[in-house]
């Protein structure tokens, strides 16, 4: 059973960079079946699409963080990686690493149990 | 960019009950629409993937319909469960999107 595992600091200082790791087990992240990708959730709002990154390193993000955002993978730890820059309390949000399954028309069938980050200073 | 809408944005309905939400795209996804399920506290849920494809364990009294923009989950029997917010999203081009969400409550 393919599990994700968000990692990376809870608290960050406005107009820091925020990093966050997620590690795939139990299964391949060179699949070339999914989309590794990430997704934000506010307090008391809904879910926001970040972006996402294919094994190959191909990545497409939401125009509206995409001037901030960067998605990257690392196949040899089986991790892919979020950095986003000059973060205020905007950036306030649980954080969700997900598979997009491409069999499944890119549902996310796997999610991580989510990390929560804080813009603070 | 594709938005997506949904309707209502909360509905009220007992046990037993017959529900049924909207989702809308600003322009045609062809069937490339997933619904999933959100409770408290918890990372949401795949229930449906291609419009109406049930994903495996998920109870067929949930059921998905539509086709280019205009989309429905319908839960044909509420149960205690069930009680969650929903949202819709679509896979049929970069960016990906989510609908704002429909919450379900007593």
């Known amino acids: 059973q393919l599990q994700l595992q968000e990692s990376g600091p809870g608290l960050v200082k406005p107009s820091e960079t925020l990093s966050l790791s997620c590690t795939v087990s139990?299964?391949?992240?060179?699949?070339?079946?999914?989309?590794w990708g990430w997704i934000r959730q506010p307090p008391g709002t809904g879910l926001e699409w970040i972006g996402s990154?294919?094994?190959?390193?191909?990545?497409n993000y939401s125009p509206s963080l995409k001037s901030r955002v960067a998605i990257s993978v690392d196949t040899s730890k089986s991790q892919f990686s979020l950095t986003l820059s000059s973060v205020t309390a905007a950036d306030t949000a649980v954080y969700y690493c997900?598979?997009?399954?491409?069999?499944?028309?890119?549902?996310?069938?796997?999610w991580g149990q989510g990390t929560t980050v804080t813009v603070s200073s | 960019d594709i938005q997506m809408t949904q309707s209502p944005s909360s509905v009220s309905a007992s046990v037993g009950d017959r529900v049924t939400i909207t989702c809308r795209a600003s322009?045609?996804?062809?069937?490339?629409l997933a619904w999933y399920q959100q409770k408290p506290g918890k990372a949401p849920k795949l229930l449906i993937y291609?419009?109406?494809s049930l994903q495996i364990g998920v109870p067929s009294r949930f059921r998905g319909s539509g086709s280019g923009t205009d989309f429905t989950l319908t839960i044909s029997s509420l149960q205690p469960e069930d009680f969650a917010t929903y949202y819709c999203?679509?896979?049929?081009?970069?960016?990906?999107?989510f609908g704002p969400g429909t919450k379900v409550d007593i």
């Open positions: 291609a419009t109406s």
């Open positions: 139990g299964g391949s992240i060179s699949s070339r079946s999914y989309y």
């Open positions: 322009q045609g996804i062809s069937s490339w």
């Open positions: 997900a598979r997009h399954d491409q069999t499944l028309s890119g549902g996310v069938d796997v």
């Open positions: 999203q679509q896979a049929h081009s970069f960016p990906f999107s």
């Open positions: 990154v294919y094994y190959t390193g191909s990545t």
